[in-house]
């Protein structure tokens, strides 16, 4: 990940997808958030977005918009990361390949639609399936750190992690 004023760190993919598992190790380090001045932006790679595990440490420390880097294959994503941002009420930005490719037999197509999903679950920007496109959406930070949905709930004041222990089972 880099700033504007440069490189700030290296996030390794937690969640191997596939026959991801036979060549490569999976990330060993918790998700972490990175204060870049203007916002504190967490980073998770490609099929890290099917836990919501992921998303919600994120905003739990801290996060207001979460980058995600991905070769999606499977179609699920772009209409699951909008109830990502509404249930950690954060901003999502997803950028996906298009297209396709063929290796050692086996053909891969890309599901495109990157975009830009903002806290309470609007699509701010979606790119096309097929082609390669840049998107740019106005947020406002101060709507990442509301946890409020109304004057008598906030969606982290109102957890009530003791009956949730199974989680970390």
């Known amino acids: 990940m880099v700033s504007p004023s440069g490189y700030v760190a290296t996030y390794r993919k937690i969640h191997l997808f596939n026959e991801e598992k036979l060549w490569f190790q999976p990330g060993e380090k918790e998700f972490a958030v990175y204060d870049i001045g203007s916002c504190r932006i967490g980073v998770m790679i490609c099929f890290d977005w099917y836990f919501p595990e992921s998303v919600r440490i994120m905003a739990l420390k801290g996060a207001d918009v979460i980058c995600h880097a991905a070769n999606l294959v499977l179609p699920h994503c772009q209409n699951a990361m909008p109830f ?47 082609t390669e496109e840049v ?35």
């Not at 409020?148 to 957890?159: E, P």
């Open 84 to 130: 990502r941002c509404l249930e950690n009420r954060v901003y999502a930005v997803t950028a996906n390949r298009t297209g396709g490719e063929e290796r050692a037999g086996k053909k891969w197509h890309y599901t495109g639609k990157s975009q830009i999903a903002a806290p309470d679950a609007r699509i701010l920007y979606r790119a096309d399936e097929a």
């Open 135 to 169: 998107g740019v959406a106005e947020i406002d930070v101060g709507q990442a750190r509301d946890k409020r949905i109304n004057k008598y709930n906030d969606l982290f004041a109102d957890r009530r992690i003791g009956l949730y222990r199974t989680l970390t089972g």
